[in-house]
């Protein structure tokens, strides 16, 4: 059984609104932010050359970086990435 669909119940498409520049740089940004924040933990994790004061220095460099592209957003870094960091370092260098 069909049911008459009347003009209110008729479903249209809506179009979805394009991606302002400002948001799509900011997506730009998070994506080179995640891929460098990334290579960082991946040298620090499989590099045997590394010690705990370059790695140190490295994830120091990357918070800078991550802080330049966005600035006033410590919060989200230390709930982000300062975690993930703090147990690569534990993990690798079997501090505590």
Not at 23 to 48: C, H, K, S
């Amino acid at each position: 059984m069909q049911k008459d669909m009347g003009a209110t119940e008729a479903t249209t498409k809506v179009a979805k609104p394009l991606a302002t520049p400002e948001a799509l740089e900011e997506q730009r940004l998070i994506r080179r932010m995640q891929m460098m924040m990334n290579m960082v933990m991946q040298v620090v994790a499989q590099d045997p050359t590394v010690t705990i004061d370059d790695a140190s220095q490295m994830i120091a460099d990357a918070r800078t970086a991550a802080l330049t592209m966005f600035p006033g957003k410590e919060l989200a870094y230390d709930l982000i990435w300062k975690p993930r960091f703090q147990r690569l370092m534990l993990e690798r260098f079997r501090i505590m």
